[in-house]
């Protein structure tokens, strides 16, 4: 399970450390690609392949079915961290999610989302005032 909010610093090569933490989830092999809201979403290989499986089985007769699969896999990569656990976001994930230099690595259960510094802030400005609603709404019963 991927937890917590942690700072990341690109670098100009588009490099960052993945978060201690995280690190041994991703032993085994990782894929990122593009995320829901303009973040980049990092993946468990075994994670990304269990969701590829379930999009497999959806008939890509409907169109959103196919813009989805184009969009998610045309930026995907499978980076190999480097020593100190660093990865090359590519250039295509950077734009798509504006990363520069302030980032920030959230935790989302199954995966992690690495989001610009800002747009992290401004996301949680207008969304967690709603938070004390949500969890009846998106699990019902939950409490």
């Not at 690109?10 to 995280?22: H, N, T, Y």
């Not at 593009?34 to 590829?52: I, K, Y």
């Not at 409907?62 to 969009?71: E, H, W």
């Not at 989302?108 to 996301?123: L, M, P």
């Amino acid at each position: 399970m991927f937890l917590g909010t942690h700072t990341l610093r690109m670098d100009e090569k588009g490099r960052v450390a993945l978060p201690a933490k995280f690190r041994e989830r991703l032993a085994d092999g990782l894929v990122i690609t593009r995320g829901q809201e303009n973040c980049v979403s990092v993946f468990p290989l075994a994670e990304f392949t269990r969701r590829s499986v379930a999009l497999s089985q959806v008939p890509n007769t409907a169109p959103r079915v196919r813009d989805y699969a184009r969009l998610l896999y045309s930026a995907a990569d499978a980076p190999t961290p480097d020593k100190q656990g660093r990865i090359v976001i590519n250039l295509e994930l950077r734009r798509y999610a504006a990363l520069e230099r302030d980032c920030v690595a959230i935790g989302s259960n199954t995966h992690f989302e690495i989001w610009d510094g800002e747009a992290w802030r401004r996301f949680l400005d207008e969304h967690e005032p709603l938070f004390a609603r949500m969890d009846s709404e998106v699990v019902p019963g939950l409490v």
